[in-house]
């Protein structure tokens, strides 16, 4: 099952996850192109109970996807909460700031998980692939036992954080982009109205003639037009949290 954090609060582009582009909002081509990847059997809204958040209940009820909603701040219990109530063995959580991610490389992360039993797997461990291609994957029962273990509020906020910080407990596995998407510096994130600038040109030009575009075709893409992905490269990313 794949959970989507997703709220509409943003301290830099509020609203940014419902922002129009090729004609829906961006959540929905993150949903989209998460029904792309052959392992996934479920697609689950992770949101809040504020009221300003019910916009992403009313869109998981038109997409058909499942919603749950839980505490803002307390994300970690929030995504425990998603898995437990829809029945998940196994989490492949991914947040709303990736619309442009790529189903080939959710696949590859599930599959690493499913062939060498650690207990966590991302490509995001030592970053290759450009920023916004983020998966992470690992079982409900590390995540209910991460859950009691700490009540530390930078662990709660962050999901995954515990675990990857305690290698000497939990057994980590990163998956390496090949070297043509070795693009760690390169901004295919959601989180400024540059980044969106730049996701709406990508969109614009590739989503009408191949809807199920990936990322050799976005960097294809950029590297014939330098101008769209200089839009966003003086952007800071703020301190990594997976």
């Given amino acids: 099952m794949a959970t989507i954090e997703a709220r509409m609060r943003s301290s830099r582009l509020p609203g940014k996850v419902l922002l129009p582009v090729a004609g829906k909002p961006l959540l929905e081509h993150l949903v989209e192109r998460l029904r792309r990847v052959p392992s996934l059997d479920e697609i689950v809204m992770a949101?809040?109970?504020?009221?300003?958040?019910a916009p992403l209940v009313r869109l998981s009820s038109q997409l058909g996807i499942g919603c749950?909603?839980?505490?803002?701040?307390d994300v970690l219990g929030r995504v425990a909460d998603a898995a437990r109530t829809f029945q998940a063995d196994v989490i492949v959580e991914i947040t709303s700031d990736c619309p442009l991610i790529d189903p080939g490389i959710v696949e590859r992360c599930i599959r690493k998980y499913l062939e060498t039993g650690a207990d966590y797997v991302s490509n995001a461990l030592k970053p290759s692939y450009p920023m916004g291609m983020n998966a992470q994957v690992f079982a409900?029962?590390?995540?209910e036992e991460v859950s009691r273990l700490t009540h530390d509020p930078a662990d709660r906020e962050h999901v995954s954080l515990y675990i990857y910080s305690h290698p000497e407990k939990y057994r980590l596995l990163n998956v390496a982009a090949s070297q043509q998407h070795t693009r760690p510096k390169l901004r295919l994130t959601l989180d400024t109205i540059e980044d969106y600038e730049v996701i709406s040109a990508i969109f614009g030009s590739l989503y009408t003639d191949k809807k199920d575009f990936d990322l050799s075709d976005i960097l294809t893409f950029l590297d014939s037009h330098p101008e769209i992905a200089a839009i966003n490269a003086r952007v800071q990313q703020k301190p990594a949290r997976l």
């Fill in 47 to 53: 949101t809040t109970i504020g009221g300003t958040d």
């Fill in 140 to 143: 409900r029962h590390t995540l």
């Fill in 68 to 73: 749950f909603r839980g505490s803002e701040q």
